[in-house]
T-cell receptor, first 114, second 117 residues
Framework: AQSVTQPDIHITVSEGASLELRCNYS??????LFWYVQSPGQGLQLLLK??????LVQGIKGFEAEFKRSQSSFNLRKPSVHWSDAAEYFC????????????FGKGTTLSVSS | GAVVSQHPSRVICKSGTSVKIECRSL??????MFWYRQFPKQSLMLMAT?????????EQGVEKDKFLINHASLTLSTLTVTSAHPEDSSFYIC?????????????FGPGTRLTVT
């Protein structure tokens, strides 16, 4: 069965430091890959997505992610974290089948220290 | 970009009553919408897939008689929580799949916070 793993439940990063959030997926073919951010009590905001092509994807708010087929990974990165980046981050997989829902990882909580 | 709205954003109801949550795609047609449930500090769990003009497909463990889904038009799906109980309190999020072009991207609503007292 398809699955998404986010190994880190909670990460604390100093403001200005770099960030990498890990995501691994299990799927027989190349899936559609997404990163969403959720602030407390809010809905989901799409940060970036990968469907095909260049494996390094640029997103909003200075985030980027790299798809590595050999590692079944889609890690999210940001070179310099801002205090406003503190939130919950979800990696999700979309299957290449019409009418199928996204499969979400359990999420990583990012805290930013000053 | 594509926008999905949910109404209400927050609702409090008494135990035993029913509450309806609406999910609308505002500027595109969505033949498929999805309903997710999110418990505090947890991930989104798919409840059901809503297809316009047909019965919803429920995930294992989700009671279809308790969570009634109606997808009567290409822009509206509703989730009705019947005979609500405190354990139904949760954050409910819908998404709509845009079938334009070749990308099967989903757009999420802002969520509805349900509190059953």
């Amino acid at each position: 069965a398809q699955s998404v793993t986010q190994p880190d439940i909670h990460i604390t990063v100093s403001e200005g430091a770099s960030l990498e959030l890990r995501c691994n997926y299990s799927y027989g073919a190349t899936p559609y890959l997404f990163w969403y951010v959720q602030s407390p009590g809010q809905g989901l905001q799409l940060l970036l997505k990968y469907f095909s092509g260049d494996t390094l994807v640029q997103g909003i708010k200075g985030f980027e992610a790299e798809f590595k087929r050999s590692q079944s990974s889609f890690n999210l990165r940001k070179p310099s974290v801002h205090w406003s980046d503190a939130a919950e981050y979800f990696c999700a997989v979309g299957l290449n089948q019409a009418g199928t829902a996204l499969i979400f990882g359990k999420g990583t909580t990012l805290s930013v220290s000053s | 970009g594509a926008v999905v709205s949910q109404h209400p954003s927050r609702v409090i109801c008494k135990s035993g009553t029913s509450v309806k949550i609406e999910c609308r795609s505002l500027d595109f047609q969505a033949t498929t919408m999805f309903w997710y449930r999110q418990f505090p500090k947890q991930s989104l769990m798919l409840m059901a897939t809503s297809n316009e003009g047909s019965k919803a497909t429920y995930e294992q463990g989700v009671e279809k008689d308790k969570f009634l889904i109606n997808h009567a038009s290409l822009t509206l799906s509703t989730l009705t929580v019947t005979s609500a109980h405190p354990e139904d309190s949760s954050f409910y999020i819908c998404s709509a799949r845009d079938h334009r072009g070749s990308s099967y991207e989903q757009y999420f609503g802002p969520g509805t916070r349900l509190t059953v007292t």
